[in-house]
């Protein structure tokens, strides 16, 4: 078991006889368990507000002096790049909208199967196409994600906290994301439950989503 910045060395020892004399290529494959985690900022407003500015013919970001007017997701460095991807901002509190998570095979090896996905929202924000008490993602197939605690996601749980976030877990056992060799796309649709929570007595806000990862 190799832990975060260790260091394990291999050896490899060959019979007399069994290499012959001159130069060779030796190739070494290895399978590994991975954890990559990323985030996303966005900015959320009323939406009568985002209407009067567009009215206007006027950028509702350039008004409140925001200079990252199009965030893009920042990922932990590994083997998949985790993109995130929620819409163009500033979203309306109005209406649902879509997230998309997208891995993609960045190394020379083949991404075998993921072992765990969570999604962490902002807790007034929750997943829409509910189904047999989970909650329905797109993609290859139907991905079927359930409401969990901060706690359940173990160390991938850095700043959750279940009083500001709702998590959701992706329901893996005997279906799985397997065998990529360039990428996967999740698209899953979200809703503001409360809109006011939301904003915090504040004309615009700034918000996050974050998507953990395990695989193999």
């Not at 999740?186 to 695989?215: H, M, N, Q, W």
């Amino acid at each position: 078991e190799i832990h975060t910045y260790e260091e394990e060395g291999i050896e490899c020892s060959f019979e007399p006889g069994l290499i012959d004399e001159g130069s060779h290529e030796i190739s070494l494959e290895a399978d590994f368990n991975f954890l990559t985690m990323a985030y996303i900022k966005t900015y959320f407003m009323d939406q009568e507000t985002k209407r009067s500015f567009t009215r206007e013919g006027i950028d509702p970001l350039d008004s409140y002096g925001i200079i990252d007017k199009d965030p893009n997701a920042i990922h932990t460095s590994g083997p998949i790049q985790l993109g995130i991807n929620v819409g163009k901002p500033p979203l309306s509190t109005e209406d649902d909208f879509r997230m998309g998570i997208t891995l993609t095979n960045a190394w020379m090896g083949k991404l075998q199967n993921v072992t765990d996905m969570y999604i962490i929202t902002p807790s007034q924000i929750e997943m829409l196409n509910e189904k047999n008490g989970g909650y329905v993602c797109k993609g290859k197939r139907d991905y079927i994600f359930k409401k969990k605690l901060c706690s359940d996601i173990e160390e991938e749980d850095q700043g959750c906290d279940d009083g500001v976030h709702n998590v959701y877990r992706m329901e893996l056992e005997n279906k799985t994301i397997k065998d990529i060799e360039v990428f996967e796309t999740i698209l899953c649709r979200l809703k503001i439950e409360d809109s006011a929570g939301l904003l915090e007595g504040l004309p615009i806000t700034t918000k996050y989503f974050k998507v953990a990862t395990r695989y193999n």
